[in-house]
């Protein structure tokens, strides 16, 4: 099984794994967070990367890291990691959607190269939305069917 590493400025990445457990469980195995604190340096946090991912065995099974924003000093650190392993996949701009689509597709996964970057993409996309526009919206869609 490969391992789910969460990086991310501050605690959210912690905070990420702990609203996916409400949904997917406490027993989540292979997954680790890395919180980058505001007196890391950023070599100093890459090599805590490249730590987490042998801790989850990522150069011989894999690991799908999740980065929480593009341009930033995790994400920036995972750039220099890529180089050096292969079983290695990086998606930017995490989020709980995610995060649970993984947890709960992983078991069924036979190796990384199963991950669909482009549909994890997909469901972090679908899930960021104006809640008004979506209410105003059904309403309309009411009012249209009483007539």
Same mark, same amino acid.
């Given at each position: ?29 292979? =997954? ?26 990522a ?5 799908? =890291? ?23 996949? =990086? ?50 869609t ?6």
């Open positions: 099984m490969f391992g789910i590493l969460l990086v991310s400025h501050g605690k959210l990445a912690e905070g990420i794994l702990d609203a996916g457990k409400l949904f997917y469980g406490e027993k989540v195995e292979k =997954v680790k967070t890395l919180c980058l604190e505001q007196t890391d340096g950023g070599s100093e946090f890459g090599d805590r990367i490249r730590e987490a991912l042998t801790e989850l065995e150069e011989k099974e894999g690991a799908l =890291v999740l980065c929480d924003l593009f341009g930033g000093t995790p994400a920036n650190q995972c750039v220099s990691v890529l180089t050096e392993q292969e079983n290695l996949k =990086v998606v930017t701009g995490m989020n709980l959607a995610m995060l649970i689509n993984v947890l709960v597709e992983r078991p069924f996964m036979e190796s990384i190269e199963d991950v669909n970057v482009e549909e994890l993409l997909t469901i972090g996309k679908d899930n960021i939305l104006d809640l008004r526009s979506q209410v105003d919206a059904f309403q309309d009411e009012d249209a069917d009483s007539f």
